[in-house]
């Protein structure tokens, strides 16, 4: 397993001068139940400021009030309009669903729905809640080689089968080549598995434990896939980068709350701008 | 087509000691439905912070409440209540029209009100889906002269019937002279087109290329009409310093949160101060 | 008409140590309709940083979430609950009213209840729409010598009868004699009539003429009465203090947002704390 | 009566690397009707920021969206869901009840609710209006020795029946005795009574007294001891810490807003890791 270092960030291009919106990808968010609107809002506000071009959220209307006070820049869909959903997604570079998602009906039957829309061209990350909820059914990936888990080590329990005791590199690795799928292992040192050779990230420090540190991460490798070509290499870049500002902020606070990982993205980008 | 330089901010004069909210004149935002409702509310912003005495939003009344948590400043009107909007209208000096107003009936209904609402002392601004619903229809604009549209390009071409590639200079220059209204058309370098000779915005980069920018400029661009005389003077230095303090902020930043300009209006506004 | 001076804030005394919430006074402010909104909120957010000991907002509820979401220091309550508005009245030493109150049937039903409410103990502070109601109606003021407008110079001239042009300190002080409240009559420099001498003060500027200016002064104002002895002095500190920091904020800033006058309300107190 | 000095912060050691939100506990907040809501904002905003790994507030739903809007980190439950609460209750190592919980017949519901919900392992911290309807009816606590009672002066002397001038060390120290709870009496200098000896606080200021302190302070203590061992030493510093940023913040400021205690808590926090 190969730790990542600073390289990684070398995916973040000086961005072309003759850009637009559209030059820089769609990501759309799903999630946020009325319980847990705050993940999704969460994830937004990573996934604009990783530089997505335009970032729209499917989800409870409960939560459009709340999510426009945080971050204007952000555009909603009420999770019950199908029609208004249909042409929110047909446009989606990049599909995240599950921070807050829930597991009751409304939860599994949004799962459903997005992987009946995922297109070939459309890159899917699973998050939270769809995890859990993939696991215990039996759907098949609509298209595994465009699909990023990122399960907890818990999360990965139940969508490999494997117990957190017995979660080694080896054992992981030969799930996630059945699977088809990118793995983004989140531990106190995040594992990634893929058709490539494994990575470990050596960053990371323990403020980072608590509620919103995942929503964040899946929010910037979204914003990072919409924006960069997709890649190993770009949910590497999404993983060390979120891991490296913690750290930053840790440095001076006790507790790294994840909406600060959020606003510092745009200076830390622009420091390692090649 | 002569390049836009500082010396356009020279209309930023020195206020008069004695004024009052009424000297700097009255904005009305027409737009934000309840996808979009985060556009109206970064146009709004963009006004307030550009010095406009006072700013009211018609829109959703969905977003009302984001509105005050965000810029207490903002007064609302709920689109649906003909006789506010009536009253409201009436005391307006400049209309913006267009961020996050929809594609749909209502935003239809709502754009033909304006156009029979306008009176002679009334500048419009024109942007976003109202400029692709205007250009849908075959309305006629009640005052040309004292309108301004905001396309990008793909709206321009709606709107021109001029495809992208085909955007020249004189071509742009041609139906401008036929629509009568200004346009500024905005690219990675944005282009001035009116009665007076055409401008280029030398400014700009490429962390502006998010959802939000041009909502931010449209509103500084009716912040601005309103408290300066109507002229392409004022147009020129709205456009040149939404750039100028988007570039500052993308000194340290990959990306351009169109809110941090907003944020930023009042400091560099008074360093221009004549 | 005597000039105030930075020496009119040595009322702000040093705090006694063994003090609580209830030693510094409740604030009770009402309105923001549904249009209006932001202004109860300015208010809101000056008196809690002004120092009153507790604020409660008697407001439409449609109010409620924004307020919080700004200011969860600050109470609410829904202003069709009679029950409820009638015990937070009972304990309350300042009233405000009038901030984005409106002038409708509600409006002018909520001014007759205050009006019936206030005790012999309690101070009324009258603004905005309030004024206008009041200057409309022919009701008598419950008790003149509690009792404070803030008119701007239309509003003088709806309640005084005097036509701006006319409004002359003579003039000024012969309707106030009459009125027997205290008048702060806002303007580029406002000023102040009362029993005692007038005041002008010399502070202020132009970047203040923007909507929630006079909203936020309304705030303060009920603030320093809650919390210091109630006089002129106290009044003549509030209009003082809130020009003084705007005039921070202008030497930097070519707009003065009220929010950013009461934001830094504690840090220019402690300045001058005596 | 023995001073708590700097020395109590020990407690504050460096996280273990490999730990998860689960280390550092489940704290459930309930609190915060239609008209406090702020309340509980403001102890969730304390909860978070003290560092507890998961916070979930059961409020009234009206309070969602304006905790959303400042905290997307915290989980919300509508307090009127019986089936969500259960479950949400069933996981938590703390709860606090009693911020802006009211004390109308839906608190006492609640409150009686949670009696019977809290297990052996669950420490229970009662703030507020929930001291007040506990004082007033006959209801016995279910594990007393589990149980912090966070008392103002007033609310001390509905629970004891010890006026405030007869409140000394001795006979507080008799009741706290016979209710087997521990007591935070909350004052100019805080006291805290326990199966231990006595605390005083000696830090605090009068730039505290206004409304919020106290909620911020329930939301540390339960911060704390979700994330730290349970005993009198967590809460002796989550009282001392919070007097001593206060006392930081009001060095520069006539007035402590009780929201800069806690966004100040993670900085001051890593200042004293040990």
Wanted: proline share 4%.
């Amino acid at each position: 397993m190969q730790n990542l270092s600073e390289q990684c960030l070398s995916i973040i291009q000086k961005r072309p001068k003759n850009s637009h919106k559209g030059t820089f990808g769609r990501t759309v968010l799903v999630g946020g139940n009325a319980q847990f609107g705050g993940a999704i809002m969460m994830s937004a506000e990573a996934c604009v400021n990783a530089g997505s071009g335009l970032t729209t959220v499917i989800t409870d209307p409960n939560n459009h009030q709340a999510l426009h006070a945080r971050m204007p820049e952000v555009m909603t869909a009420d999770w019950n309009d199908n029609e208004l959903c249909d042409s929110v997604l047909a446009s989606a570079d990049v599909i995240l669903i599950g921070p807050g998602l829930g597991e009751d009906e409304k939860s599994q039957e949004l799962l459903t729905y997005i992987f009946q829309k995922q297109t070939e061209n459309q890159l899917l990350v699973i998050d939270g809640s769809a995890i859990t909820l993939f696991a215990k059914n039996d759907e098949e990936l609509p298209h595994p080689e465009q699909t990023i888990f990122t399960p907890h080590q818990m999360e990965w329990q139940r969508l490999s089968g494997i117990k957190i005791a017995d979660q080694t590199e080896e054992i992981n690795q030969a799930v996630q080549e059945k699977l088809e799928a990118t793995i983004v292992l989140k531990s106190h040192h995040t594992e990634i598995y893929s058709e490539q050779e494994d990575f470990l990230n050596p960053l990371g420090n323990p403020g980072m434990a608590t509620g919103g540190t995942g929503d964040t991460l899946a929010g910037i490798i979204a914003g990072f896939l919409a924006q960069f070509a997709s890649s190993v290499e770009v949910i590497n870049a999404a993983v060390y980068l979120h891991s490296y500002i913690a750290d930053q902020i840790y440095y001076d606070n006790y507790i790294v709350l994840p909406t600060k990982i959020s606003q510092a993205l745009p200076y830390w980008m622009k420091q390692f701008e090649k």
